[in-house]
Each structure stands twice: as C-alpha cells, then as structure tokens.
C-alpha cells in the first residue's frame, strides 16, 4: 500500500492566486513528521515545510502552510499569492518515527505551473 | 557549511561499465541517504547509513548495486556493470537524527545516463 499519496500529477494556478496541493498519508505510528519540498527544472529538492503528528498548530513558512487534518491524515500544501517562480514538482513526504528508522518515504508528485 | 555535495553532476557512460557516485554530507549528520528518482517509480530509498553503519539496504535494486561509506564525512554509490534501465538521477541526502523542519539536506543530484 501506499504510504503516500499525491492524487494531483498536475496543476494550473493563475499568477497571484492560491493553491492547495493534495497529501493523504497511511501509518500506524503514532508519532511521524510529514514534509513539503519543492524540485524545480534545475533539479534540486528544496524544503519548504514540515509538520510534526503532535503539533498543536498548522505549520507555516511565508507563503506557504500546511493544512494538516490529522483524523482524515491528509496533509495538503497551502501556496498562498502564487508566483511564476512557484512552477515546479511538489513532493509530500513522511518520516515514521518509531516504525521505519530515520528515512523519508516520497509520494509520486505534482506538477505545478503557474500561468501569467 | 556548503551543503551536501554530490559528484559529478552528470555522468554518461556504456553499458557494462562500472559507474561511482560520491556525496560528501554536511558535517555533524549522522544519517546518509541514497535516493533514485525516475519517471516510472518516482523518489525511492535506496539505503541509508547511520555513523556510517549501513541500517537499510532493502531498496537496492539487485546485486549489481552497492553502497560503502568509510567514514563520516563521504559515501560512494557503485553500479557494476551498469545497465540502460539505471540512467536516473541519484540524490543523496544527510540529516541528524528525527530531523524536523529543514533537517534533512538534500544534494544537487547526479544524473546518470547509461547508453
């Protein structure tokens, strides 16, 4: 099964619009910490978020937030004003803290692009 | 601190050669990871190494694949014989253990195209 799951392989914002990007997740741990990074065409794997099973609060950073509905396990990424910059793949990944080690297990993506 | 380096950047070679991937991780990370992305099967584990004990190695294709990492600050990725069905990018990435937020640093990558 998966333990990730990105159900959007890709997207259309306008320029200066939000966006939400889809994340349900799949574990028994009780403890685990969920992640955003963001793969422009150059390659690279930026963070952008995380978000820990047992905080209190929705995590943001800038432009971004994480809306984190711990009952339904979802962890969609929230892209508040969109830029052009923001074109790019955006992975959601998960780190089970008492099942799996210290590793991180990626969903398949979503293509984002941003249209002027 | 520079970040976690990964060398080459690009690497092209023959079927049935023998290819190394080098990754230097940042300082003070006890755990390395070898990723693989494709088209086909995305971002997936490889192994990871912990104080440079390998801990997982599950993910490794087939024997073809093998992974050393001598000491804390460097890591290899060797594919003997390479095939066509390699060519990927290979990410390493480092972190400290139960990394939060930013805490797990990944590499530029290293695109491997076997013809």
């Known amino acids: 099964a998966q333990k990730i799951t990105q159900t959007q392989p890709g997207m259309f914002v306008q320029e200066k619009e939000a966006v939400t990007l889809d994340c349900t997740y799949d574990t028994s741990d009780p403890s685990y910490g969920l992640f955003w990074y963001k793969q422009p065409s150059s390659g690279e794997m930026i963070f952008l978020i995380y978000q820990g099973s047992y905080d209190q609060q929705n995590a943001t950073e800038g432009r971004y937030s994480l809306n984190f509905q711990k009952a339904r396990k979802s962890a969609n990424l929230v892209i508040s004003a969109s830029q052009l910059g923001d074109s790019a793949m955006y992975f959601c990944?998960?780190?089970?803290?008492?099942?799996?080690?210290?590793?991180?297990?990626f969903g398949g993506g979503t293509r984002l692009m941003v249209k002027p | 601190d520079a970040g976690v380096i990964q060398s080459p950047r690009h690497e092209v070679t023959e079927m049935g050669q023998e290819v190394t991937l080098r990754c230097k991780p940042i300082?003070?990370?006890?755990?390395l990871f070898w990723y693989r992305q494709t088209m086909m099967r995305g971002l997936e584990l490889l192994i990871y190494f912990n104080n440079n004990v390998p801990i997982d190695d599950s993910g490794m294709p087939e024997d073809r694949f093998s992974a050393k990492m001598p000491n804390a600050s460097f890591s290899t990725l060797k594919i003997q014989p390479s095939e066509p069905r390699d060519s990927a990018v290979y990410f390493c990435?480092?972190?400290?253990?139960?990394?939060?937020?930013?805490?797990?640093?990944f590499g530029s990558g290293t695109r491997l195209t076997v013809v």
């Open positions: 300082s003070g990370h006890d755990y």
């Open positions: 990944a998960m780190r089970e803290d008492n099942n799996a080690g210290n590793m991180l297990t």
């Open positions: 990435a480092s972190s400290l253990a139960w990394a939060r937020a930013g805490g797990y640093t």
